[in-house]
């Protein structure tokens, strides 16, 4: 088994992000990366700029110490992938990324997520966040406050979610980390415990070869080839 991850594109990210990840819609990237199991996508991972602008540039991080900072907002695999797979898949994309840099990553309590992922490639706990509002329309649908709430209709009930979990992974030289550490503007705690659910990624996206996708030149010759008139 050949394990491989490689950058990819938006587009390839979509059908896994709209209907395999449990939060159904897309998200800021900046950055997405895919994890390759013998030539197939397995899983997908993204970065793109924290929602909340406190966070540019590390100003609510540290204290003086200023440099690129992301969220890693969406990160789903298949089902049924050996042990240790996601550990390695996150770690890859982590060394992918520009450096120095700082990386936020929430885990949902409403999910019954704790971070293990998190944990297990060694991340700093900071805590909890605010807790937000989910809003519940008269058809049944929700929202939620991070995203804003826009003309939904009548909101028949409100109802505060679970804080989530918030993660930070400082990435750099060792010398870039220890400044990073020594400039910490945020509290560290202990690993928070607990079971972890996992919620239904039964979906099958449409997966493709990293061939058929990396390849652009065959692509454009392809095309070439079969839509020029002769």
Request: positive net charge.
């Amino acid at each position: 088994m050949e394990k491989k991850v490689e950058s990819i594109n938006n587009f390839e990210c979509k059908d896994w992000l709209l209907n395999k990840h449990y939060a159904k819609r897309m998200c800021s990237i900046s950055y997405a990366f895919g994890l390759y199991i013998d030539g197939v996508l397995n899983g997908v991972c993204t970065f793109g700029f924290p929602p909340n602008y406190n966070y540019n540039n590390g100003k609510c991080v540290f204290n003086k110490y200023e440099c690129l900072t992301l969220e890693l907002n969406r990160l789903v695999v298949n089902d049924g992938l050996p042990k240790n797979t996601l550990s390695y898949f996150v770690s890859k994309c982590l060394k992918m990324l520009p450096k120095p840099s700082c990386i936020v990553s929430y885990a949902d309590q409403n999910q019954g997520h704790n971070g293990y992922i998190y944990q297990a490639t060694n991340w700093i706990y900071t805590g909890v966040s605010t807790p937000k509002h989910k809003y519940v329309f008269e058809d049944g649908s929700t929202f939620d406050i991070r995203r804003g709430i826009e003309n939904k209709g009548k909101v028949v009930d409100k109802i505060l979610m679970m804080p989530t979990h918030r993660y930070l992974y400082l990435n750099g030289s060792k010398t870039d980390v220890k400044k990073m550490k020594t400039d910490l503007k945020m509290n560290v705690f202990e690993y928070p415990k607990g079971d972890n659910k996992r919620y239904d990624a039964s979906y099958k996206p449409q997966t493709q070869t990293k061939l058929f996708w990396k390849n652009k030149r065959a692509l454009a010759f392809y095309f070439l080839l079969y839509t020029t008139p002769v």
